[in-house]
């Protein structure tokens, strides 16, 4: 007697993480075969280019399979876990025949219908839809019953012979993507008619340029034999006693990726300004002092981050995005204030939604849970969406200043240095003051000297005299 093991076995698939992200490291496992689990149970942690999230399990149930263990990057779709969702039922027939593996798509594919959406819980309708390659024929929901007769099909007979692909002429021999596609493809060192394009008409996405640079080599030498080969975890590789090899991926693979395409499309431009900051110093302590702030994170970049936003206020051209595809520049009237923070993960840049709304002590507030969120890793892809300019505070390594590239996207960003006791001319007497290097990049696009000179200076007038963020307000 046979039992239906569509009905029996649920599978998880790696859920559909968005804003064009189509993988994602499974960090650790909550359960392994035999573990009960219920409904919206967290059973696996996952790393994506942009954050660690918990995955809850949407079934009741006894975990039958991991299909993946920890340190795999599985490609979205593929399922990682079974689940026993009768387990009360009889043992399916042919005991010793291993569970017929799920029908995987192909890493260029994007996973259709219903799929768990990766921030939350509960299930989603996909809103976009990836067109397959030509020839590809994967089930759009196939079942365990339909899996086992296609594995039973491809073990009895032989491959079919595939046809050689006819010669391209001359004019079709150049694959199809737009100039900066183009040029993120050399930047990266990327063959593009080696990229499998998945774009309109058979047009190249920068994703399939980002992908074609993860693709194992072991994949395309298998590709022939029409085996597929099994997702190893990667790990650094050891090159003799001199040197370390380690795996580029997660956040630090998705950063040098943003950092290139900024570096190669917006045109940088930097400005320097040292000033005194003796008195916003007298001023943090009182701060700190201020029953008000009791409990709240009170410190320079409070009182820099609000300089900033006044500076903002005053020059709001500065806070604003170019838009390439219609060549339109678009002003913000609102700010993410961006601040860029080092994780053991990587450089992470979450933003405070509408900074520009709220008091200090509103301020000091979302700025503690902010890094307190970063540090421990809980950073949601959403937090990191929608900046329009950042901080990055490079003064914590004792550094003076540094030259900060663009977050993509945005159109500014503001580097702090040290503050240092420094000899500086005060009421016309040499006296050790407080002494710090602000640096302001800008896309030169849509901010021009004049325009970034006075953001700059706005900026520190409200450091050197703090008086001006009531004034100026």
């Not at 029996?8 to 009960?36: C, H, N, S």
């Not at 260029?108 to 067109?131: C, H, I």
Request: with cysteine.
């Amino acid at each position: 007697m046979t039992h239906d093991t569509t009905l029996r076995y649920r599978e998880f698939k790696m859920p559909d993480v968005g804003e064009g992200l189509t993988e994602a490291e499974i960090l650790k496992w909550f359960v392994q075969p035999g573990d009960t689990v219920t409904d919206g149970q967290v059973v696996c942690e996952v790393e994506t280019a942009k954050a660690a999230v918990e995955l809850p399990i949407p079934y009741d149930g006894v975990v039958h399979e991991l299909r993946f263990p920890e340190g795999t990057t599985v490609d979205v779709g593929q399922v990682i876990i079974s689940v026993d969702v009768t387990p009360d039922a009889a043992p399916v027939e042919s005991a010793t025949a291993p569970t017929a593996p799920a029908v995987e798509p192909e890493a260029d594919e994007k996973p259709q219908g219903r799929q768990p959406v990766l921030v939350g819980y509960g299930v989603a309708e996909s809103s976009t839809k990836r067109r397959p390659r030509k020839g590809a024929q994967v089930p759009e929901q196939p079942t365990a019953a339909i899996q086992s007769e296609l594995n039973g099909r491809s073990a009895a007979a032989s491959p079919e012979p595939v046809a050689a692909p006819p010669a391209a002429s001359p004019a079709a021999a150049r694959p199809l993507a737009k100039p900066p596609v183009r040029k993120l493809a050399k930047d990266l060192g990327v063959d593009l008619a080696a990229v499998v394009a998945t774009g309109p008409d058979g047009v190249i996405t920068r994703d399939d340029v980002h992908a074609a640079v993860t693709v194992p080599e072991s994949v395309s030498s298998n590709s022939e034999e029409g085996k597929k080969t099994e997702p190893q975890a990667p790990a650094p590789v050891q090159m003799g006693a001199r040197e370390t090899r380690v795996p580029v991926k997660g956040v630090r693979k998705a950063t040098a990726a943003a950092m290139v395409g900024s570096a190669f499309t917006a045109p940088h431009v930097t400005e320097f300004i040292t000033l005194d900051v003796t008195r916003t110093m007298k001023l943090v302590g009182e701060l700190k002092a201020d029953p008000d702030l009791a409990g709240l994170r009170v410190n320079p970049l409070l009182l820099i981050a609000k300089a900033l936003l006044v500076a903002i206020k005053r020059n709001p051209e500065v806070n604003a995005a170019w838009d390439e595809v219609n060549q339109e520049i678009v002003q913000k009237h609102y700010v993410n204030l961006g601040i860029a923070a080092a994780t053991p993960r990587g450089l992470l840049v979450p933003n405070i939604k509408d900074a520009h709304e709220l008091t200090l002590p509103q301020l000091a507030r979302s700025l503690g849970e902010l890094v307190t969120t970063a540090r421990e890793g809980k950073t949601s892809p959403a937090a990191m969406q929608g900046g329009t300019v950042t901080i990055t505070n490079v003064g914590v390594f004792g550094v003076d200043t540094g030259t900060p590239i663009l977050n993509p996207g945005e159109s500014a960003i503001l580097a702090v240095g040290a503050i240092k006791l420094q000899p500086w001319v005060h009421k016309g007497k040499v006296k050790p003051r407080q002494v710090t290097t602000l640096a302001l990049s800008f896309d030169h696009r849509l901010v021009d000297g004049e325009l970034g000179s006075k953001v700059l200076a706005d900026v520190a007038a409200v450091l050197e005299n703090p008086r001006r963020l009531i004034t100026w307000a």
